[in-house]
């Protein structure tokens, strides 16, 4: 028969089973978003080749913005959707957890559309690592970071893109030349760039490396 003494060892032993189970998966506790802003606390450093900006300067930051033009509202109406910036048919590709988040709507598609909730990982134990690059990543992943970097994570970068940029989406276009022009290609997404005119947003550079001496994941 247990005693009181081994009972209380007995579920200690489970709790810390548990916490270290929860700590390692983190799908198994709920992650929230914490937004651009909180990631350009320390991403919008020069030192470190201000990722913060380079999302800034693509169109995944003016994603919400497009749903307020004249085309966004022309192509809702055919749809039926009276507020494109308001409907979840739109939010769900034009912001960071598809619009779901109210705090965060207005940023576009975010750095946590594609890295994943950083409410954990966002801190700084569980984030930097001016030694050991590759160690700071893999413990980012166990807090909830999503692994889409390297070329190793070529087909799990391609899933997220493609979750949006398809052929299902309400906007998407029905001219031959505005569907070469949109397309992503496997090449955009192993290379991070796309190209075109910078002034209407077909231009895109979401390869943010860190500056050496850091190295790369």
């Not at 760039?193 to 790369?216: C, R």
């Amino acid at each position: 028969m247990m005693t009181m003494k081994t009972s209380s060892i007995a579920a200690l032993a489970f709790l810390l089973a548990a916490v270290s189970f929860n700590a390692l998966h983190p799908g198994n506790r709920k992650l929230d978003y914490v937004g651009s802003e909180v990631c350009g606390n320390c991403h919008a450093a020069d030192s470190i080749g201000n990722q913060y900006d380079k999302w800034m300067r693509t169109p995944h930051a003016k994603a919400m913005e497009r749903l307020r033009t004249k085309a966004a509202v022309s192509i809702a109406e055919k749809l039926s959707i009276k507020k494109p910036s308001e409907d979840q048919q739109c939010l769900k590709c034009h912001a960071t957890g598809g619009g779901k988040n109210p705090a965060i709507r207005a940023e576009g598609v975010g750095c946590e559309a594609c890295h994943g909730p950083g409410s954990e990982y966002h801190e700084y134990a569980y984030h930097v690592d001016t030694v050991n690059r590759q160690g700071a990543y893999e413990t980012a992943i166990r807090h909830g970071m999503y692994q889409i970097l390297g070329i190793k994570n070529i087909k799990r970068r391609e899933k997220m893109c493609l979750g949006c940029h398809n052929s299902r989406r309400p906007c998407y276009p029905s001219l031959a030349k505005d569907i070469y022009r949109q397309s992503i290609s496997l090449q955009v997404i192993t290379d991070m760039k796309k190209g075109g005119e910078q002034s209407k947003g077909e231009y895109v550079n979401l390869k943010h490396q860190l500056i050496p001496p850091f190295p790369q994941y």
